[in-house]
């Protein structure tokens, strides 16, 4: 496989922009909601564009989830449990998801989803991806940073032989993640809902222009790849001993080095950073992580190579 081939792929008719993976993510809420009573913003000539709120009762409660995490249960254990009366919701609706959207894996599932989502950390306009070999998903990125240059757009690649997240979005053939902040939970910025709005409209963008028979050239991304998720320091019990330094904090994306500040103590001791090469946290401090154990995220920066891209001739439609 080289770079200077070209990947003729088929024209993406079907696409969903979800809201509310996460009840009390707003900017994503209130932005489908909007979208569901008026369509002409994100409507995209010859591809339907669906609006959807994936988590409805979280959404009326304004929570993160029912009874568990919706955007961790698009697996095949959870997709394939029988429907009793004590399944939980989520797993409930995932299934209605996959149903609608899916099946995963399958010819017949969407397009393309976009899952919009707010963090309580200082992550900007941040994408989420999870093949480094989707060709499709590589350029279209590539497109979005470009169109909100020099404004930063953070890339997250979430591949990993061992750590398993199976999204709400993975039900898609070309998931990709929009995750926005610094926002707290349950409430809504102007300047976080601006810039989730303006992502979806690039991403549309390039959908629409792929489809009209635009080719785009072989390009390369710079990405931050997940290596570990870094729990905070515990007591045996479970208790938290110590929480993100200031130096540490609101730093997404920065360069940690072995002895930068980590943690500190009740007390006031200085938990140093040991590693032998440098890392970049993010999800730092996640209000929604401290019942995962997570104090944030640490990542590598590759970079990922897309081939020449353009839309099969034969699909192509002028519609």
């Not at 009840?23 to 994503?28: M, P």
């Not at 008026?38 to 994936?54: C, D, H, S, T, Y």
Request: aromatic share 8%.
């Amino acid at each position: 496989m080289t770079s200077s081939s070209v990947v003729a792929e088929a024209p993406l008719r079907r696409v969903a922009v979800f809201g509310g993976t996460h009840g009390n993510e707003l900017s994503g809420v209130l932005l489908v909601k909007h979208w569901q009573e008026n369509r002409a913003e994100i409507q995209r000539p010859g591809m339907e564009v669906k609006p959807f709120l994936a988590n409805p009762r979280a959404v009326e409660k304004c929570t993160r989830y029912i009874d568990c995490d919706l955007n961790r249960v698009f697996d095949p254990d959870n997709l394939g449990r029988s429907v009793v009366e004590d399944i939980p919701y989520e797993v409930r609706r995932a299934q209605e998801i996959n149903q609608i959207f899916g099946p995963k894996g399958s010819d017949d599932a969407y397009d393309l989803i976009f899952d919009l989502h707010n963090t309580t950390s200082n992550m900007g306009g941040t994408l989420i991806l999870e093949n480094s070999r989707d060709d499709f998903t590589i350029q279209m990125v590539h497109y979005i940073k470009n169109s909100l240059a020099p404004e930063l757009c953070p890339v997250l690649l979430i591949e990993h032989p061992s750590l398993k997240y199976a999204t709400t979005r993975s039900v898609a053939k070309h998931p990709v993640g929009v995750e926005v902040g610094p926002q707290p939970q349950g409430v809504a910025r102007a300047d976080v809902l601006d810039k989730m709005r303006k992502i979806v409209k690039h991403g549309l963008d390039f959908v629409q222009l792929f489809n009209e028979g635009k080719e785009f050239p072989p390009c390369t991304i710079e990405v931050f790849k997940i290596m570990e998720k870094v729990d905070y320091p515990r007591k045996k019990n479970g208790e938290i001993i110590a929480i993100i330094h200031p130096k540490l904090q609101d730093r997404d994306w920065q360069p940690l080095e072995d002895g930068d500040p980590l943690f500190v103590t009740f007390d006031g001791e200085v938990i140093p950073y040991q590693g032998n090469s440098t890392v970049y946290p993010t999800f730092i401090n996640e209000a929604a992580y401290y019942e995962k154990k997570e104090a944030f995220v640490k990542t590598e920066k590759v970079k990922l190579t897309a081939r020449h891209l353009r839309a099969s001739v034969s699909d192509q439609s002028t519609s």
